[in-house]
């Protein structure tokens, strides 16, 4: 029996192969009629107190755009969108967001903007894939 697809999660930090994963996932959504939740894990490390605060605001913003950005791209192609912003470590958020929002599907793009470019599977995509309780769909 085949799963009906209603809520799929994407990862979204910036990177080609994200926005590959969103619009694989605008694709899906479209013929499934699902909904669609952008999410963007802001990641900072403990320094100074001070430059902290300022830099995790900083990335806050830019993550509000880039999901900002998304649901436009969504709502153009009518599918229903919604965001969501977490704090720490990527893989584990989102593996987190994906069981505990219910997702039916997670579409991650094979790398993303860290990590070694030569490598065959970024450290986040691999890890949702190995972890997640979710069906994982990576986007190259």
């Known amino acids: 029996m085949v ?5 799929i999660l994407v990862p979204l930090d910036g990177s080609k192969d994200s926005v590959r994963g969103l619009d694989k996932a605008i694709s899906i959504a479209k013929e499934a009629n699902a909904k669609i939740t952008g999410i963007n894990v802001v990641t900072v490390a403990p320094t100074l107190a001070s430059s902290v605060i300022n830099y995790k605001k900083f990335l806050t913003k830019k993550a509000e755009e880039m999901l900002d950005s998304a ?3 969504c709502e153009k192609q009518e599918v ?5 912003i977490q704090y720490g470590s990527p893989a584990a958020r989102i593996v987190e967001s994906a069981e505990k929002g219910k997702f ?10 860290g990590g070694i470019k030569g490598a065959i599977l970024g450290s986040v995509a691999n890890t949702i894939v ?3 309780k979710v069906s994982v769909l990576v986007v190259k």
Not at 3 to 7: A, H, R, S
Request: charged residues 35%; hydrophobic residues 30%.
């Open 3 to 7: 799963q009906k697809i209603n809520n």
């Open 71 to 73: 649901e436009k791209k």
């Open 80 to 84: 229903k969108f919604a965001s969501k």
């Open 104 to 113: 039916d599907l997670v579409v991650v793009g094979s790398r993303g903007i």
């Open 130 to 132: 190995h972890k997640s």
